[in-house]
């Protein structure tokens, strides 16, 4: 037991010492009495300040088992949030500042034993746990301070505080999105930081990158390849949330703002700069939608170097409308004589720009770029439909771009011409935030939709955070304005056509390309100002440096382990791209639609879940042992490579390796040419396509003939012994009750079964035998043979009641005595009868069934018979028992007539 006298005066101490007072002298509570006494050495202390310390030291002495494992700010918050002092009589004691959540729960850490009862006592209070490390007994959570107490009373638990605040010397400002993806879990259990990367980035400018340089968001050795200042300085922003992902990256950024040429040369001047991950936020209007313009062939270029592209899927949803051409009749009115008018799908010729902007409209068809001789154009008329207000109708005449542009005012009729040529593909673009009437899917286009490139959605990390985005958090959807695709592509880079002659939707021209890809966090804050409208970030744009930065801190990631749950130094080689596309894709969070969807690509990114992939490579490892042989089946997060190592120690000789070169994710391999029950070791290797990740899982086993050995059935006479062999094969039982048993019991089969049972009925109650079985498949040495043993000792018989009716009669000179049974048990009986106290021996001893009937000497009226059962060996229900019944009879008086009587039976003590 604690001596609480010592703590007191540990807490009076502190208590003196916080308040920069030297320590008083030994108190009275330190003496023996239960309460502190007055501090009578004043020392600058006043009464009242002495008075609130005797209260403080007596609040703690009065607490329960559970609140000794709180820290006393977790009390004492709970205590304010239920409108009570924190300490009774002492008013002006406050809480200490806690990390709250928007509906009041704390941040706790947690120490004790991990398990799974631990977690849903924690969700049974409506907390959500933050972290967990079984490992090192530590467990973070959000939680009501009113179920502290309560939660504190688990076993599990050891110690519940305040979550620890560490001090950070990377930056003033971190970005939500680190913790909604669990890329700082990933760094504080595998300490991956992205150390392996060089990140270039790509957007406007780097304006205010000295601010955040010296606020310690950012390092000082950015590398700036070129700038365009002036601008918003968003690319500092995504530099920022890089950095706060992954914080050991080389960072590296060239605008991109200054046309599609230069922003397409910025690609590959920061992929020759060493960049193997390059991600931007920038988009051009005239970008080709059906296909790879000159930014895209850029980074399919640098893509197929090996480099990782990611790029922000736009900000404009509901902004598009794409469909084929209808045609809805001649032009009229003020367009007589300019075209074939196209129908939208709700019949009308024209598509109204909706919204309250005043935005740019961009018209392009499924031409290729730069050679389209199909030549459509671009009307925007009042909302009645009664002027032009402007037009575009640039000639194709084989030798153009596909694209006509215009902008609209909010109401103003959209309307699209064919002057002559083929029905084509259509796509209507209003960028601005604008929207139509009519609208479809397929926002996404360009080079964030490049083949090669990662398209990446946006999701709002205030959705999770603090906690990681998890599907039981419920409500995770992306971003209202987040682009949508598919994107349907018409031509090759080259212009030659994916599907010759066939250029509409209707017809499934061309081919369909999977994007956005990922989805990631936005909305998370920055060194910016809150007038900058990059703090807090939202967009895509801040969506794709978190996705780019998780890929860095995925390729940092040591997979090179011995076992699924160990941890080693040793830097392996990195990871593919379709290593790590692998593994973010099997562990996304699948958010929208189930599988790929248009809104979401396969799922919000997860750093945590794909590091346990990768970490722990291998997985439902199984072992199967036979008879000269053995099976191991597993599977990898990955499509590896395997090699399996079987030997009866380390240095056997005789060990036996088999490869099987195959990359899959399922495995399966047999050894054989073992020794019946032998224990041997084994290795089983993994390997990725790229060496990155290596798994050896190790163990052993022994190979197995005899399995599955049960003993049932024990009672006082039999037992049952059963097993079974891994192939078919002869049986012997042998028991004996000792080793020195001259006469033990032998039961033979020489029948080849593989499953055995053997029931014995001739042993004895309340005796402990030895047994020993044997099975074997041919007769040595050509076959297997085994054997088990064990023990087991008898029941002792009971004494039961089993006569359940008895009826003397007399027939002709002889009595008889009629006796039922119950249950119709089968037994052996010695049967005596004694009558006036001469015994008469019975004449039937055999085994017998209900009714029974004894024959007895003839008797005079009004004898008394005493009448003694016993049955020995009785069988009833599998178990053994004997019964001794006795009863009185009386003969009734003679009348010339047939006399009967009955008793009832008694159990005989």
Same mark, same amino acid.
């Given at each position: ?475 995770? !959807?992306?971003? +209202?304005? #987040? %682009? ?7 031509? *090759?880079?080259?212009? &030659? /056509?994916? @599907? ?62 011995? !076992?699924?749950? +160990?941890? #080693? %130094? ?7 791209? *379709?290593?790590?596309? &692998? /593994?973010? @894709? ?167 079964v593989t499953d055995h049972s053997v029931t014995v009925t001739s042993i004895r109650e309340e005796t402990d035998y030895d047994y020993t079985l044997s099975s074997e498949t041919l007769p040595a ?28 009669s007399k027939s002709a000179t002889t009595w008889q005595l009629e006796v039922t049974l119950k249950n119709n048990s089968l037994f052996t009986t010695v049967k005596n009868f004694k009558i006036d ?73």
């Amino acid at each position: 037991m604690k001596d609480y006298r010592k703590i007191g005066a540990q807490w009076s101490a502190m208590a003196l010492a916080m308040l920069a007072i030297p320590v008083l002298g030994q108190s009275a509570w330190a003496q023996g009495s239960r309460l502190p006494a007055p501090i009578t050495d004043t020392s600058g202390l006043s009464a009242t300040v002495q008075q609130q310390i005797a209260l403080i030291n007596q609040d703690k002495l009065a607490r329960t088992p559970a609140q000794k494992k709180l820290s006393s700010s977790l009390i004492f918050a709970a205590r304010i949030d239920q409108n009570q002092p924190a300490v009774s009589g002492v008013p002006s004691l406050r809480a200490p500042g806690l990390q709250r959540d928007m509906v009041g729960r704390v941040l706790v850490d947690i120490k004790g034993n991990v398990t799974t009862g631990l977690r849903q006592n924690i969700a049974g209070m409506g907390g959500t746990v933050v972290s967990a490390y079984p490992k090192w007994g530590a467990l973070r959570a959000w939680i009501g301070t009113a179920w502290l107490d309560q939660l504190a009373l688990s076993p599990d638990v050891r110690i519940i505080r305040p979550a620890d605040k560490p001090v950070r010397n990377s930056g003033s400002v971190e970005s939500e999105g680190d913790a909604a993806h669990g890329s700082k879990l990933v760094r504080e259990a595998y300490g991956a930081g992205g150390g392996n990367s060089k990140i270039g980035v790509i957007s406007d400018s780097v304006d205010f990158l000295a601010n955040s340089v010296a606020l310690g968001d950012l390092p000082s050795n950015v590398e700036v390849l070129i700038d365009d200042p002036g601008q918003s300085g968003e690319g500092t922003a995504m530099l920022e949330i890089i950095h706060d992902v992954a914080p050991d990256a080389v960072l590296a950024f060239a605008t991109g703002f200054l046309g599609e040429a230069q922003m397409a040369q910025a690609v590959l001047d920061l992929a020759a700069a060493g960049c193997d991950i390059i991600v931007d936020d920038l988009g051009y209007l005239f970008e080709s939608p059906f296909q790879d313009g000159v930014i895209a062939q850029a980074v399919e270029q640098v893509v197929a170097q090996g480099k990782l592209y990611f790029s922000a899927a736009g900000n404009q949803r509901n902004s598009v409308w794409e469909g084929d051409f209808r045609d809805g009749g001649a032009a009229t009115g003020v367009l007589a004589g300019f075209g074939r008018v196209h129908r939208f799908p709700n019949n009308n010729l024209f598509n109204i720009q909706t919204q309250n902007v005043i935005t740019r409209i961009i018209l392009g068809w499924s031409d290729p770029s730069l050679a389209s001789n199909n030549d459509y154009d671009l009307y925007i008329l009042n909302s009645t439909g009664t002027t032009v207000f402007e037009t575009s109708d640039n000639v194709q005449n084989g030798t153009q771009d596909p694209i006509e542009f215009a902008s609209a005012f909010p109401g103003e009729r959209v309307v699209i011409v064919k002057w002559s040529g083929e029905d084509r593909a259509l796509r209507l673009y209003a960028p601005d935030a604008g929207s139509f009437t009519v609208t479809t899917t397929g926002e996404t286009y360009g080079h964030s939709a490049a083949a090669g490139a990662f398209g990446v959605a946006a999701v709002d990390a205030n959705l999770a955070f603090p906690s990681t985005f998890s599907l039981s958090l419920g409500g995770l !959807t992306t971003e +209202s304005f #987040s %682009s949508t695709g598919p994107r349907r592509i018409f031509y *090759n880079a080259n212009g &030659t /056509a994916i @599907t010759p002659n066939n250029f509409l939707f209707a017809t499934n021209g061309g081919m369909v390309l999977n994007k956005p890809d990922f989805t990631a966090a936005d909305g998370v804050k920055t060194t910016f100002p809150g007038s900058s409208g990059l703090n807090p970030f939202f967009g895509t744009s801040a969506a794709a440096p978190h996705a780019a930065a998780l890929m860095a801190q995925m390729k940092s990631l040591d997979t090179q382990v011995i !076992t699924p749950v +160990s941890y #080693s %130094s040793v830097q392996g080689a990195l990871l593919s791209r *379709n290593e790590l596309v &692998t /593994a973010f @894709t099997n562990t996304a969070l699948d958010i929208e639609a189930v599988g790929w969807d248009g809104r979401a690509g396969v799922g919000i990114l997860s750093a945590d879940r794909a590091a346990d992939k990768l970490v722990n490579f291998v997985s439902n490892l199984v072992v199967t042992p036979g008879l000269d042989q053995v099976t191991f089946t597993w599977k990898t997060s990955l499509p590896a490579a395997s090699t399996v190592w079987v030997g009866k120690d380390i240095d056997d000789p005789d060990a036996i390796f088999v490869d099987d070169p195959s990359y899959t994710t399922d495995h399966s391999v047999t050894i054989t040419g073992l020794t019946l029950d032998v224990t041997y070791l084994y290795q089983v290797d993994s390997s990725s396509e790229s060496g990155a990740v290596y798994n050896a899982v190790t163990g052993k086993f022994t190979t197995i003939f005899i399995d599955n050995v049960s003993v049932t059935g024990i009672g006082a006479n039999q037992v049952t012994i059963s097993w079974r062999t891994a192939v078919p094969a002869t049986s012997k039982l042998v028991l004996s009750e000792g080793p020195s048993d001259p006469n033990p019991i032998v039961v033979t089969d020489s029948n080849l079964v593989t499953d055995h049972s053997v029931t014995v009925t001739s042993i004895r109650e309340e005796t402990d035998y030895d047994y020993t079985l044997s099975s074997e498949t041919l007769p040595a040495p050509d076959g297997f043979r085994g054997e088990r043993s064990g023990k087991f000792r008898t029941l002792e018989l009971q004494e039961v009641s089993l006569v359940s009716a008895v009826l003397l009669s007399k027939s002709a000179t002889t009595w008889q005595l009629e006796v039922t049974l119950k249950n119709n048990s089968l037994f052996t009986t010695v049967k005596n009868f004694k009558i006036d106290g001469v015994v008469f021996s019975a004449n039937n001893t055999t085994t017998f069934t209900r009714p029974n009937v004894f024959s007895m000497p003839d008797l005079a009226p009004n004898t008394t018979v005493k009448q003694i059962f016993r049955f020995n060996k009785l069988r009833t229900l599998g178990t053994v028992v004997r019964s001794s019944v006795a009863g009185y009879y009386n003969t009734p008086r003679r009348t010339g007539k047939r006399f009967s009587g009955s008793v009832i039976t008694t159990i005989r003590p």
